[in-house]
């Protein structure tokens, strides 16, 4: 990994700094639509974010800010100390629907990065299989993605923002389409690469317990405009267990973030 | 020749992507069934007026004769190299036609610019009937093969750049912003997401242009030709051999279907992956 890992890496220096962040799109009528509004963030290197707020919030527009792909109205945002200006290597990327080339096999879906990247095909197939074989899919490697149910798909998805070992991690509702199960084996194991790698990741859920479980800090905004409401320090220890699920300091937290949704009038 | 014109005159031009569904397989069973029984009653039909109201043959000649004069031009040997001249100058004119049809396509697909500049003046070109330039690229060419190769290829060309077109500019904005975002070039866009995009797009034009190509061949040979099967048709109607006439219309519609098919047969293996994917579409 290069620029982002070689920047030095302290509390005082976060990876990500975003300041002043505006966001309008503009609409048919010469109107604007107003998704994100004086956005201040910094995301500490290594640290792992949750983002939670109701839907239409900006939540995804943020996501691809950052991710380079959509230009911001004002505002700066620096990661690893330079001002953002377009897609980076270093980054992964989870979309909210799982975007895969239906032309292309499992496997080739996940190695999309690697080959505009022009990482080694070899090693790169290798660590496609681990990833897969990782999410439960191995053996499904030379299907089709509409061969693949929603939360499969998904879950190459999530294989293909890994493949190119991204020193910044970002997903959009990675687990939405998953169940219950699948999603508490898929939290574990992404707390597990993240701890491996020493990656950062910022992370949109719409599931409180899940925001609070992952996270070190949990951002929670606003309705439209996005505004951040909040950012709140989770405490637990790490590793994390499923049994802190049911501790009351995971309680406490959960139900804090809740009250912001209560009088914001919005519900999860 | 009316007819011609008229066909040709209103290209299909913005074709959703004819992908079979479901719903086509399940009826293509019966159509199998139904679809020949239909021609055995029309024939039967046609076979018994002609005889009880005594239309002679030079109006309206019987079905038989039309199959006897069919298996004598066979088996005689007189229609082969006819039929061989038309089919190279169809096959011929496709290519061609097709190939500068998708050449074009992908260089006017690249920007909305080069759209606005150059895509005016090709669908102009393409309201010019093709049947009223056909004398005039004879002039140029030559009454020999290269003049119905060109005349075919002025047919062929527009559907097969129209849906390139479209097909280009008809990947997903989500596609987009996921290559963008794995840092993707313009170049690795293009391979990676916009030609296969467009390739369902590119095949109806295909299948819309084998089939102007028939068109355009007969075209071409009514305006002036040596050979081939539409300068047959003309010696015939000279003649006034008009079971000559179905013969060769018989075997006109035939080579229409038979290249037809062909283009669905190649379609089905490059596109193997489209039909899964409408239903991934729907069931999402
Ligand atoms: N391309 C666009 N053009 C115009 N408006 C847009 C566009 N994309 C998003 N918006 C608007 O911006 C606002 C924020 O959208 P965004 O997709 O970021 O919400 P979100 O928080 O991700 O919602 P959800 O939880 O439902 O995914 C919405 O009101 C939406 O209508
Ligand atoms: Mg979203």
């Known amino acids: 990994m290069g620029a982002l890992s070689q920047a030095p890496a302290t509390e005082s220096s976060p990876l990500v700094r975003i300041s002043h962040l505006e966001k309008l799109y503009p609409t048919r009528d010469n109107g604007n639509v107003h998704a994100l509004s004086d956005i201040q963030l910094s995301i500490p290197d290594g640290a792992f974010v949750t983002i939670v707020g109701p839907s239409g919030c900006g939540k995804s527009t943020l996501l691809k800010i950052l991710a380079g792909i959509l230009d911001r109205s004002s505002g700066t945002v620096e990661i690893a100390g330079r001002n953002l200006e377009g897609p980076s290597k270093e980054l992964g990327v989870v979309f909210q629907a799982p975007v895969l080339l239906p032309w292309r096999t499992v496997l080739a879906n996940v190695l999309v990065p690697a080959e505009i990247q022009g990482l080694d095909p070899a090693q790169s197939r290798e660590r496609a299989r681990d990833l897969l074989s990782m999410v439960g899919l191995s053996g499904f490697e030379n299907k089709y993605p509409g061969e693949l149910s929603g939360g499969m798909q998904q879950r190459v998805g999530i294989c293909r923002a890994l493949i190119n070992e991204p020193a910044f991690l970002l997903m959009d509702e990675p687990f939405g389409a998953l169940d219950a199960m699948t999603r508490e084996t898929m939290n574990l194991e992404l707390l597990r690469i993240w701890q491996e790698k020493r990656t950062t990741v910022l992370l949109v859920t719409h599931s409180i317990p899940e925001a609070v479980f992952l996270a070190d800090k949990v951002v929670v905004m606003t309705p439209r405009p996005g505004r951040i409401a909040e950012v709140i320090d989770i405490d637990l220890p790490r590793p994390r267990t499923l049994p802190m699920f049911n501790t009351p300091e995971f309680g406490r937290h959960v139900d804090a973030i809740r009250r912001h949704f209560n009088s914001g009038g919005a519900l999860d | ?284």
């Open chain 2, 1 to 284: 020749m009316t007819e011609i014109a008229a066909r040709e005159a209103s290209p299909p031009t913005v074709p959703a992507p004819a992908l079979p569904a479901g719903k086509k397989k399940a009826s293509w069973k019966e159509s199998r069934l139904v679809s020949p029984s239909l021609l055995v009653i029309v024939l039967f039909l046609w076979e018994a007026l002609v005889h009880l109201l005594g239309i002679p043959a030079i109006v309206l000649p019987p079905p038989s004769a039309v199959l006897v004069s069919l298996w004598d031009g066979i088996a005689s040997g007189l229609f082969l190299p006819h039929f061989l001249v038309t089919v190279t100058e169809i096959l011929s004119g496709f290519a061609l036609g097709g190939g500068i049809g998708i050449i074009l396509g992908i260089l006017i697909g690249q920007s909305a610019f080069l759209e606005r500049v150059i895509y005016p003046y090709v669908v102009a070109f393409q309201t010019v009937p093709k049947v009223a330039i056909a004398p005039i690229i004879v002039v140029w060419f030559g009454y020999g093969l290269s003049s119905k190769i060109i005349i075919t290829a002025t047919i062929a060309f527009f559907p097969v750049l129209a849906n390139t077109i479209v097909g280009l500019q008809s990947v997903p904005r989500e596609q987009l912003d996921m290559l963008r975002a794995c840092t993707a070039s313009n170049w690795q866009i293009f391979r990676m997401a916009r030609l296969p995009q467009a390739l369902p797009f590119i095949f109806v034009g295909l299948d819309i242009a084998i089939v102007l190509s028939v068109i355009g061949a007969i075209v071409g040979e009514f305006v002036g030709a040596r050979a081939g099967l539409g300068y047959l048709i003309l010696q015939k109607n000279f003649t006034f051999d008009m079971a000559g006439v179905f013969a060769i219309l018989i075997i006109l519609s035939l080579i229409g279907v038979g290249l037809h098919f062909c283009v669905m047969f190649v379609q089905r293996r490059v596109l193997f992956w489209a039909d899964s994917n409408k239903n991934r579409i729907t069931g999402a």
